[in-house]
């Protein structure tokens, strides 16, 4: 029996760890998919962006150094040894809302009332905008991260059940589930909750009831500047800051589909099952189909959920008048 | 009757009896790029009055509402509120000055409950900021419970407490028209601006909403403008009708003068302009 076998459960548990990788970023999308109905593909490049905002500052880079050089036929690339770890990903941050306010200012501000589709096509040029903006800053080269979070296997999990699991990935968990905690109590505990779902729904309206539209869309697109720095950091953490990482959003696209474009929860439970389900398919049947099904195992699982059950598991039910 | 009494966060009254001046457009204009929308539009709007915008399709009767309420701005002519003339403002910050609002085409958040719809129409009665409540919901929970019975008289008032926690999504259009009356409501208006109200309806609910309008207007004195174009409904809610055509003003009076106005009979009936 495979229940018994502790190498299956080393796979779940890898599965689990690595789902809650994927959850990180779905959640920077529901957040935003929340609060404006604005379907973010930016997301994956918002977390690039910080991850390599964050190396900048903790290495001592100089911003655009290249580009300067380049003009003036100057020499510059470091400012000084960098700064320590914790002040780096405060100045990042600042970086990041900073961010946000650009892009309520000069992207969003001119598409009030327009249509979801419209407003997902500026996100698609915001994201190379911002790819494009990190690449002349830092530089493209692949970069290590180093945060300080324990890395390597877990000695005592090893000692007590005999599984392979990496700190790293536990380390996720754990800021993982801070974070959703915080963000629930955020969004759906406080009267705040309203005004974003009000938003979300009818932008003319929610002026006409007195809400300050930029003000809400800067606090919504800081926090996902937030939650995208902490998937940065995870990520750059685990396999080096560099511009694949941009391509993870595709892989948030079935963890939504499975848990729903507006549920917080649904965005945790979809990346779990998701993790999981690619470890245990790939190490069971992926023998019997030649291999790589994590290629696409997530994308074919998104699509049977679309067939039977096209909200997600938490999503809102659709409700559609002829 | 008194359905529900002011709350003690209304907007303050500045000492405008009524019948005295509430709003004034001075010689408005307005255009979208070539096209001429408003042009040279004046009128004003007493407070405790029913003052109706008629005018044929495309008179920009909705135009005008829409620089009242700060969704468009005239590039020429000046509002007056209150007394105090107006620079450009931003739709939310005349909503806080205390002027509501209904679309023509209803813009309702479809998700939400009757309730919520209704909550969100407290927005600028709220005295603790969003950010604050988001970090501190203590206060914010009482202050909560106090606009819930505010939004429940409403929700009395105009008779749907059977669809308070229906998604407005699903309701008929003319139970949406309502709660969108009901939203307009919530933040105490001195102002209160219905674009076609009834627009849609058949007669029973269009009888219905009539009396809803006067009833805010008497009972609340509520100071009402709204655009309609059923013209019985109009000779019988409005104190004074404004007419436009093309975009300019071609009669303002009681409904009667305008009824007996020469151009305005023109404007309707069409004739060859020459």
């Known amino acids: 029996m495979f229940i018994v076998d502790p190498f299956f459960w080393e796979v779940v548990i890898s599965g689990l760890l690595a789902g809650v990788m994927y959850s990180l970023v779905a959640l920077g999308f529901v957040l935003i998919f929340k609060a404006s109905g604005i379907f973010n593909f930016a997301q994956g490049v918002l977390a690039l962006f910080a991850a390599l905002t964050l190396v900048g500052f903790q290495t001592g880079q100089v911003p655009f150094a290249h580009l300067v050089n380049t003009i003036f036929g100057t020499n510059i690339h470091h400012w000084g040894d960098g700064l320590h770890t914790l002040i780096a990903i405060g100045f990042t941050l600042v970086v990041m809302i900073g961010l946000a306010w650009v892009i309520v200012r000069v992207v969003l501000k001119n598409l009030v009332n327009q249509e979801g589709i419209i407003l997902f096509m500026a996100t698609i040029g915001l994201a190379y905008v911002l790819e494009g903006l990190g690449d002349v800053m830092w530089g493209a080269d692949v970069k290590p991260l180093d945060v300080g979070l324990p890395s390597g296997p877990s000695d005592t999990v090893i000692d007590m059940t005999g599984m392979f699991v990496e700190k790293l990935e536990i380390s996720a968990a754990v800021v993982a589930i801070i974070l959703v905690v915080a963000l629930t109590i955020f969004s759906q505990y406080t009267k705040m909750g309203r005004a974003l779902r009000a938003v979300a729904d009818d932008h003319q309206a929610a002026l006409s009831v007195g809400i300050a539209l930029e003000t809400i869309w800067w606090i919504v697109w800081s926090v996902a500047g937030l939650v995208a720095l902490v998937a940065g950091i995870m990520w750059g953490a685990k396999s080096g800051v560099q511009f694949s990482l941009s391509l993870i959003a595709l892989k948030a696209l079935p963890v939504l589909m499975l848990g729903g474009f507006t549920s917080i929860p649904g965005a945790i439970i979809g990346g779990l099952i998701i993790g999981v389900g690619e470890k245990v398919f790939e190490i069971y049947f992926g023998p019997l189909l030649g291999g790589a099904t994590e290629n696409w195992f997530a994308y074919m699982l998104a699509m049977v959920f679309l067939l039977f059950r096209p909200q997600g598991l938490f999503g809102e039910k659709i409700i559609e008048r002829v | ?274």
């Open chain 2, 1 to 274: 009757m008194n359905a529900f009494v002011r709350s003690d966060q209304a907007a303050p009254e500045d000492g405008i009896k009524a019948g005295e001046v509430m709003l004034r457009v001075e010689n408005v204009s307005l255009a979208f790029g070539g096209v001429r929308a408003i042009t040279d539009v004046s009128f004003d709007i007493l407070k405790g009055e029913i003052r109706a915008i008629i005018g044929p399709n495309g008179a920009g009767k909705t135009s005008m509402l829409n620089v009242i309420n700060g969704f468009y701005h005239p590039q020429e002519g000046e509002i007056w509120f209150r007394g105090v003339k107006r620079s450009n403002m931003k739709p939310h910050q005349i909503a806080h000055q205390g002027i509501a609002r209904t679309f023509q085409n209803i813009a309702l958040f479809k998700g939400m409950s009757t309730l919520d719809n209704i909550m969100t129409g407290r927005l600028t009665m709220m005295r603790r900021n969003m950010l604050w409540q988001a970090l501190w919901t203590g206060p914010a929970e009482a202050e909560e419970i106090r606009h819930r019975e505010f939004v429940e008289r409403i929700i009395d008032f105009l008779e749907i407490q059977h669809i308070r926690k229906m998604p407005v999504g699903r309701l008929p259009y003319g139970l949406q028209k309502r709660v969108e009356l009901g939203r307009a409501l919530a933040a105490e208006p001195q102002l209160l601006l219905l674009d076609e109200p009834m627009a849609g309806m058949n007669l029973e609910e269009k009888e219905d909403m009539s009396r809803f309008i006067l009833d805010v207007n008497s009972q609340f004195g509520t100071t009402i403008a709204l655009i309609e174009h059923d013209m019985s409904v109009v000779m019988d809610l409005s104190d004074r009708v404004v007419v436009l055509d093309y975009g300019k003003k071609i009669g303002d009076g009681t409904p009667d003068e305008v009824c007996r106005d020469q151009t305005v009979i023109d404007a309707y009936l069409g004739v060859s302009h020459d």
